[in-house]
C-alpha cells in the first residue's frame, strides 16, 4: 500500500517535472537568412509604395495597412502577408491588382510591422479577429464592391484560419497563394523535390507540445512564450521569432474542419518549383474536404516568385472576382 501511494504520489511529479522540461527547451539560436526567400526582396523598387495609415481593431489597436488604389475599381482585395515579414512585402502585388482594377490594402498581421508588439498577440486567434475587423472597415469604404480574401504562405494559413472560423463573411473570394495550410497536411509532410537543403522556419517542437498540453487545460499564462525561429533576413522591419500563441494563431490547427467551413469560392495558386511546400501536394490537401476549390500551379515558380514575377501577379488578378457592372469607390 506504501508503494502504491508513493507511485501516485510521483506520477504526477514526474510528469510536471517532463512538462516544465518540455516548455524550458531552449530556443534554436538565430539561423543564416534564407536565400531564396529574402534575395529576392532586394531587387524591389520601394520607391512608389503606399503610405502606412490604420484602422482600428475592436481592442482599439491600430491595424498598420497601406492602400492600393484602382483608378476605376471593380473589386477590393485584403492582402495577408507570409511569416516574419509586413505589408511591404505585398508592395509588387498590391500594385498589380490595383493595375488591373483592383483596390487592394496589405495589412502588417498584428504581431508584425506597425501593430501591436512585435512577434506576440494577446491571445490565440486574435489576429484572425482583426481580419473580420478590417474587412468591416473596408466594406465600410466600399459599400458596391465585391471583395476578396488573398493571403500568402503564413497569411494563407491566417486567411483559411479567419474565413474556416466565421470570421471572414461574405467576402467574393478565398485566394491562397503558396499558403501554410498545417504542419500536418500533406502540402508540409509530402516528399518535394524542390526542397531546399536547409529549412525556412525552426519550430521549438518541445515547448510547442508542452504549452499545447497546458492550452488543453485552458491554461494559456506561457504562451507568450517564443517558440519558432525564422530564417529571415537583418532587416529592422522583420519579425524574425514568433510567441506560441502568434504561431498557433496563424498556423491552420484542422486544416479539414477549417475547410469544409470555408463558404466562399476558394481558389489556391503556387509555383510549381515551390522550396517550401510541396506544390504537387495541394490538391490532395485540400480537395478530400473542399472538391469545389480550384488549384492552379504555375510552372517554373518558386515560393517567393508568387508575389513577384509577373506571371504570378497576372495569375493571381485575374482569379479575383469583379463588379461587372460601373463600380463606386
Do not use: C
Not at 155 to 161: D, F, I, P, V, W
Not at 296 to 318: C, N, R, S, Y
Amino acid at each position: 500500500m506504501k508503494k502504491f501511494l508513493i507511485t501516485l504520489l510521483a506520477v504526477p511529479v514526474v510528469a510536471a517535472l517532463v512538462l516544465a522540461g518540455l516548455i524550458l527547451w531552449p530556443v534554436a539560436e538565430k539561423p543564416e537568412p534564407f536565400a531564396s526567400i529574402t534575395d529576392p526582396f532586394a531587387d524591389v523598387d520601394y520607391s512608389d509604395m503606399a503610405g502606412i495609415a490604420f484602422a482600428d481593431a475592436r481592442d482599439g489597436v491600430g491595424i498598420a495597412y497601406r492602400r492600393y488604389d484602382a483608378q476605376d475599381p471593380r473589386a477590393a482585395a485584403l492582402l495577408l502577408h507570409g511569416s516574419s515579414a509586413d505589408s511591404q512585402s505585398m508592395h509588387p502585388l498590391a500594385k498589380a491588382l490595383a493595375a488591373s482594377g483592383v483596390t487592394a490594402y496589405a495589412i502588417d498581421i498584428r504581431g508584425h510591422g506597425a501593430t501591436g508588439l512585435r512577434g506576440d498577440v494577446a491571445h490565440i486567434g486574435q489576429p484572425a479577429e482583426d481580419v473580420e475587423d478590417f474587412l468591416a472597415f473596408m466594406r465600410d469604404q466600399h459599400p458596391r464592391l465585391p471583395i476578396s480574401l488573398l493571403g500568402f504562405s503564413s497569411g494563407g494559413g491566417l486567411a483559411l484560419n479567419a474565413a474556416g472560423q466565421g470570421h471572414a463573411p461574405d467576402i467574393a473570394k478565398l485566394v491562397l497563394v503558396s499558403p501554410m495550410l498545417g504542419v500536418d497536411a500533406k502540402s508540409s509532410t509530402a516528399d518535394n523535390p524542390h526542397a531546399a537543403e536547409r529549412a525556412w522556419a525552426y519550430p521549438n517542437i518541445p515547448r510547442i507540445i508542452g504549452l499545447s498540453i497546458l492550452n488543453g487545460f485552458g491554461f494559456h499564462q506561457l504562451d507568450y512564450l517564443p517558440a519558432i525561429v525564422f530564417a529571415a533576413a537583418n532587416r529592422p522591419n522583420l519579425t524574425p521569432v514568433y510567441s506560441h500563441r502568434l504561431l498557433i494563431s496563424m498556423n491552420p490547427q484542422d486544416t479539414d474542419a477549417l475547410l469544409k467551413e470555408v463558404e466562399a469560392p476558394l481558389t489556391l495558386l503556387a509555383g510549381e518549383k515551390d522550396e517550401v511546400f510541396a506544390a504537387q501536394a495541394y490538391a490532395e490537401t485540400v480537395k478530400p474536404a473542399l472538391p469545389q476549390a480550384e488549384i492552379k500551379l504555375l510552372q517554373e515558380l518558386g515560393h517567393v516568385a508568387m508575389t513577384l514575377d509577373p506571371a504570378a501577379l497576372d495569375a493571381i488578378a485575374a482569379v479575383i472576382p469583379r463588379n461587372t457592372q460601373l463600380a463606386l469607390r
